[in-house]
């Protein structure tokens, strides 16, 4: 069972926008803003995608935003495109012995 | 340009060490706040670390590996090592290696991961 919770799956129409949650406890996500999201498509390794709750690395769209309230943090996708269809996974700091927990990744379909 | 990738066996044996080496390129782990990180991801499921070397030599493990996995750094040849006992065919996963920024805590860099079978 992973540390974050994040829904299975989310789906939206091309041009639409879509949120995946990602919730974890006053341990992780509640106490630290070091959460970060990945891109992983079929038979790829992980991309960074927002680094520190909102912070975009350099070459990803401006489509893709971060936030967090409380132990919550959000992706948001809008104008969602064919090529965003991937799963994606949250992490967040943690104060235990490993110092990153990841969410149980959601996969991402673009109807 | 920083660059990362496995090297390792595809096939093992119950009851056998797993050695996974990442070789990585266009950085140093002598520098502050750099980290190499090993995470897994058995087929179709999801992503899970393993574990963490720093720049400093400080080594993190997941709590419920702890007692299979030894992480390891050669600065000099620019290389991370991790060695798994006792294989499962649970284990049965992609290896992914991976460079961390301490700050952030975000991976930013990842390699292309090697797919170990743990298989009689």
């Known amino acids: 069972q992973s540390a974050l919770t994040q829904p299975p799956s989310v789906s939206g129409s091309p041009g639409q926008s879509v949120t995946i949650s990602c919730t974890g406890t006053?341990?992780?996500?509640?106490?630290?803003?070091?959460v970060s999201w990945y891109q992983q498509p079929p038979g790829t390794a992980p991309k960074l995608m927002i680094y520190?709750?909102?912070n975009r690395p350099s070459g990803v769209p401006d489509r893709f935003s971060g936030s967090k309230s409380g132990n919550t943090a959000s992706l948001t996708i809008s104008g969602l495109q064919a090529e965003d269809e991937a799963d994606y996974y949250c992490?967040?700091?943690?104060?235990?012995?490993?110092?990153?927990?990841f969410g149980g990744g959601t996969k991402l379909t673009v109807l | 340009q920083i660059t990362l990738k496995e090297s390792g066996p595809t096939l093992v044996k119950p009851t056998q060490t797993l050695t996974l080496t990442c070789t990585f390129s266009?950085?140093?782990?002598?520098?502050?706040?750099?980290?190499v990180g090993w995470i897994r991801q058995p087929p179709g499921k999801a992503l899970e670390w393993l574990a963490l070397?720093?720049?400093?030599?400080?080594?993190r493990y997941s709590p419920s590996l702890k007692s299979r996995l030894t992480i390891t750094k050669d600065t000099s040849k620019n290389q991370v090592v991790l060695t798994m006992t006792n294989m499962d065919p649970v284990d049965t996963a992609t290896y992914y290696c991976?460079?961390?920024?301490?700050?952030?805590?975000?991976?930013?860099?990842w390699g292309q991961g090697t797919l170990v079978t743990v298989s009689s």
């Open positions: 991976a460079h961390i920024r301490e700050v952030e805590m975000a991976i930013d860099y």
């Open positions: 070397i720093y720049w400093d030599d400080d080594k």
């Open positions: 006053s341990s992780d996500v509640g106490s630290y803003n070091r």
């Open positions: 266009g950085f140093s782990l002598s520098t502050s706040g750099v980290g």
């Open positions: 992490s967040s700091y943690t104060s235990s012995s490993i110092p990153v927990v």
């Open positions: 520190e709750v909102s």
